[in-house]
């Protein structure tokens, strides 16, 4: 997915069903290959973003004292939305 990401270079990604949020605490330790600004992640459960939150701040804490070269936005929300409306 990686590979994928960097050949597409997008400055935003949104990981529907983020869980524990594994892929945007990867994707938050992006270098100049992945130049990603905004993340964003939803999931039904309260706890796994609370999970994802707490480990997503972790690393882009580590990722400013390590003099990130740009601004990384990262949002996460906790609920569902309807699929299809009638």
Partial sequence: ML???RE???K???DVGCGE???LECLARCDDALPI???AGIDISFDTVESASESILTTAE???LDGRWRPLEVT???GTFPLSKF
């Fill in 62 to 64: 580590l990722q400013q």
């Fill in 21 to 23: 949020g594994s892929l």
């Fill in 8 to 10: 597409m270079g997008p």
């Fill in 37 to 39: 600004e905004l993340l």
């Fill in 3 to 5: 590979e994928t990401l």
């Fill in 76 to 78: 996460l929300l906790h």
């Fill in 12 to 14: 935003s990604v949104l």
